[in-house]
């Protein structure tokens, strides 16, 4: 083997860094030659920009009319915003709405600053990007049915903003960069500095008052921009803490423990701070923490035999005995959870060969059981305890919160099952085929709608008696269950994409199956899914609209049904419907945003 | 030796080594594979012996490519028998995941992890496959690596090499199972020309290292060279075999002289 070394020095020299000259730089075109090359650069083109401006400038004309008509009644969206946003949850407990919006922002907070987020743009292209806002802001006051006063007062500021861009421009040099979160954060404080300095109006709504809606004159209640000025600090704060960790910490402790938190984090909010869980506590440490303590030191110790690698074939068998015992539980009459967990250690026990290795290996595994076995106990326990926050009738909360608690549960919990059945789709084992196939044109086959009705409605009267089930809950599973069917054949596009080459260079090695899906196929799959996938989760996002059908106030439903019959507000709907869509336009469009920056990182389309 | 080798007297040229009380690594017996109704191989039947150096040439179809990757189970024969290393390939996955972990394969077109950097790519197998600690793995890869004198290029992405040094990676990945065998399926031939050496410097070396190597390639300097025995196929046959000297310079069949009056 030692006739090598002198191999490599040989062989080093062709292998140098190839050294890299700077492309000829590509000039500017200055802003009149660009219009010309761009938009007039032929007699047809020029008819063109021509049409075209007068098409788009016509739509934006009616867009404003319709957003400034003195008859608009946005004092509707105005005075319900509470209502949107959480539904009839109750005044005295809104403190943990902001409590569990205080987590969301520490955790985003931490996250910036630990994956290093935001990158350094120059001053210059800060400046020509505000002339570019003041100048259509411009262009939209001109357009606008404004009164004479408020399109100049309008116009200052837009020529301010523009004035402003331009002299960034001019007088900064070109090397002077600022941080893209530095703009976020500008942007943010003023946002809600606003609150506390531009009169926008105190809208109230009062059941049993005369009148029941009153529009004050000032600043907006001290009971919002208070709680929003605390969030902005606590984001800043939570941002310098992670600068801080991030300094003194290796790089890897830190993120791995702030995904745990993310992950941990909305069943956390969900059932133990927004809904405040009535725990029965005899039953909890009785039955559910001894049946969790059982499973964790059994099951433990059992995955940490099978993924020895020396444990072998009769491993194998034992697992699938696991198996065989889990489907066995749910013939017989016992408890819900001792089934699952049945369940879940079976398909552990199962994946273990794969992951088997040293006592770090095995470590790791074992922890992944737990914490797996943790949330789904936590889950089953929370969902089975009712909630100290009574509002009446429905769910405990609705509008945006709604939305957004069944649209995060069903994509976390639709995400893995999807994989599976996407991999069992295409396995060579003909029982694993068939059923995923089945079920995938099944759950295609039929409305989503019938799917959310049959989880609402009929699906409680099948369980055993005593078992109970919340309506959220229901339909959650029921939705993810739809979901995981599409997102399985777009993971399925991904899988078929990974070349022949890719398999036989892994089997060549003498991986398994299962290493060969786990390390080389599925992340290429999913590298290439990442478009298909989050356009799914957006489709996800807005499809929670339908939960209005089986009764449950959805952000969207508020709007168009709730408010209007208000009598004060009598046929607001258009107002809100437009307000809404911005919500729900907003979210989208950051996941669409987060999609291209995650393809940027992964390589998509380079190699 | 059996049939094969024992034709060619060993003294017939000074290079051929002496292989003869070397172990059988690779048996093949009246292998037959057919795609269809076409019949890609026909009763290949040799043997190949411990650190025996054996080159596949043969004009395109005529069944290198689908012989070599027979020996690992890519693909399967479907009459006659293959024992390697003293494994029988069979459809037990016990056997041929042993056959597959002391056997190391470099393929036409690297086939490399674009996903993974060089040095996970190297490590990858022995840390999940041979169960090595991920530390010790990695020294070795690094070792690897070195041996391909590459190592500088550890931490970047396949797709950041040239074509040579992705197949000196793809050499390292395999050599990084410390393999028995190793198969080289016309490993320069998706290369340009100028780093077509890099890579045969490579497995020069590691003839002379004492690895027992199956090459299918064109590269006849090579063949010349390196060789211990010289294979020549077509339409699924063995038609000639014998050492680089006979089979260059005195071959016997005509189908022989006719390829080799075509490419050289």
Redesign the interface.
């Known amino acids: 083997?030692s006739?090598?070394?002198g191999?490599?020095?040989?062989?080093?020299m062709?292998?140098g860094m190839i050294p890299i000259t700077a492309p000829p730089e590509t000039p500017k075109l200055p802003p009149r030659e660009w219009v010309k090359a761009n938009l007039f650069s032929s007699p047809f083109n020029s008819v063109l920009t021509v049409v075209a401006s007068i098409i788009i400038l016509a739509i934006t004309r009616g867009l404003m009319s319709f957003i400034f008509n003195p008859q608009r009644q946005w004092d509707a969206t105005a005075t319900n915003l509470r209502l949107l946003m959480t539904q009839a949850y109750p005044e005295e407990q809104y403190l943990r709405i902001w409590i569990a919006t205080a987590v969301v922002f520490t955790l985003t907070g931490l996250s910036l600053a630990v994956w290093r987020a935001g990158s350094a743009v120059p001053l210059s292209d800060v400046g020509r990007r505000l002339l570019t806002f003041g100048g259509t802001i411009a262009l939209l006051v001109l357009l606008a049915p404004f009164s004479v006063r408020a399109t100049i007062i309008w116009l200052v500021v837009a020529v301010a903003v523009a004035g402003g861009g331009e002299a960034l421009r001019r007088l900064v040099d070109d090397e002077r960069t600022m941080s893209t979160l530095g703009i976020l954060l500008i942007g943010l404080s003023g946002l809600v500095g606003s609150l506390w300095v531009i009169p926008y109006g105190n809208h109230t709504f009062q059941l049993h008052r005369t009148p029941r809606v009153l529009a004050e004159p000032g600043t907006v209640a001290l009971t919002t921009k208070l709680p929003w000025t605390v969030m902005l600090l606590v984001a800043v704060a939570a941002y310098f803490l992670g600068i801080f960790i991030r300094e003194r910490l290796p790089t890897n402790a830190p993120r791995i423990t702030l995904l745990l938190l993310w992950l941990l984090m909305p069943p956390t909010l969900l059932y133990l701070v927004l809904r405040d869980p009535s725990f029965d506590m005899g039953h909890v440490l009785g039955t559910d923490i001894p049946i969790f303590l059982v499973y964790a030191v059994l099951g433990g110790a059992l995955l940490n035999w099978l993924a020895r690698?020396s444990t072998g074939e009769i491993g194998r068998i034992v697992a699938a005995l696991v198996l065989v015992a889990a489907f066995a539980a749910f013939l017989t009459p016992m408890r819900m959870i001792v089934r699952l967990d049945m369940l879940v250690l079976a398909a552990f026990a199962l994946a273990a060969p794969?992951?088997?290795?040293?006592p770090?290996?095995r470590k790791n595994y074992v922890i992944g059981w737990l914490g797996f076995l943790g949330i789904m106990s936590w889950l089953v326990t929370a969902i089975n305890t009712p909630s100290t926050v009574k509002v009446p009738g429905q769910f405990f909360i609705g509008g945006l919160s709604l939305t957004l608690i069944v649209a995060v549960f069903t994509i976390v919990i639709s995400f893995p099952l999807g994989l599976a059945l996407a991999l069992a789709r295409t396995s060579n084992m003909p029982i694993f085929r068939l059923l995923a196939t089945w079920f995938i044109e099944f759950v295609r086959g039929v409305p989503m709608i019938t799917i959310l009705i049959f989880f609402s409605i009929m699906v409680p009267l099948f369980l055993p008696p005593g078992m109970h089930l919340g309506e959220v809950a229901a339909v959650i599973i029921g939705y993810s269950l739809f979901s995981a069917a599409y997102l399985a054949e777009n993971v399925r596009g991904g899988l078929q994409s990974v070349?022949r080459?890719?398999h036989?260079?892994?089997?060549?090695?003498?991986?398994?199956t299962s290493?060969k899906t786990v390390?080389?196929v599925l992340?290429?799959a999913l590298?290439i899914s990442i478009p298909p996938l989050v356009g799914h989760c957006i489709g996800v996002f807005k499809e929670t609209s339908l939960l209005a059908i089986i009764g449950l106030f959805d952000v969207l439903f508020i709007a168009r049904s709730v408010m209007p019959n208000q009598t004060e507000f009598m046929g607001s709907t258009k107002e809100n419907v437009l307000f809404v869509s911005l919500i729900y336009w907003i979210f989208c469009y950051q996941m669409s945003k987060a999609s291209q920056r995650l393809e940027r990182r992964?390589?998509l389309g380079?190699? | 030796m059996t049939d094969a080798a024992a034709a060619e007297p060993a003294d017939d040229q000074g290079q051929t080594r002496d292989l003869s009380n070397a172990r059988d690594m690779i048996v093949c017996e009246e292998v037959s594979k057919w795609y269809g109704d076409f019949r890609a191989l026909d009763k290949i039947s040799t043997t190949i012996k411990e650190q025996e150096v054996v080159v596949v040439l043969g004009p395109s179809g005529s069944g290198k490519s689908t012989w070599i990757r027979c020996i690992?189970r890519?693909e399967i024969h479907q009459e006659g028998r293959i024992v390697v290393d003293d494994v029988e390939l069979t459809n037990d996955l016990r056997n041929i995941?042993q056959v597959?972990?002391e056997?190391?394969?470099v393929?036409q077109?690297f086939?490399?992890?674009?996903?993974l950097k060089v040095i996970d790519n190297v490590s990858?197998?022995p840390?999940?496959?041979r169960?090595?600690?991920?530390a010790e793995a990695e020294e070795q890869a690094m070792a690897q690596l070195?041996?391909?004198?590459?190592?500088?290029?550890a931490h970047k992405?396949?797709?950041q090499l040239s074509g040579?040094?992705q197949q000196?990676v793809?050499i390292a990945?395999?050599l990084a199972?410390e393999p028995k065998i190793m198969l080289f399926d016309e490993v320069t031939s998706a290369l340009d020309p100028e780093m077509v050496k890099?890579v045969l410097?490579?497995m020069k070396?590691l003839a002379?290292?004492g690895m027992t190597m199956m090459v299918v390639t064109h590269e006849m300097g090579f063949a010349k060279e390196v060789a211990d025995r010289i294979i020549f196929m077509e339409e699924g046959q063995i038609v000639e075999q014998g050492t680089p000297t006979h089979f260059f310079e005195n071959p016997t069949e005509d189908r022989t002289k006719l390829f080799l009056s075509q490419i050289l």
């Open positions: 083997m006739e090598f070394a191999l490599g020095a040989d062989l080093g062709s292998t690698p794969t992951f088997s290795g040293g770090r290996a070349t080459g890719q036989e260079a892994a089997e060549a090695v003498g991986m398994t290493q390390f080389i992340p290429q590298r992964t390589g380079e190699r | 690992n890519l995941e597959r972990s056997v190391g394969m393929f077109q086939n490399l992890f674009p996903h990858l197998a840390i999940w496959v169960k090595k600690p991920r070195e041996r391909v004198g590459i190592p500088e290029q992405y396949p797709g040579g040094q000196r793809a990945r395999a199972m890099e410097d490579i070396t002379l290292s």
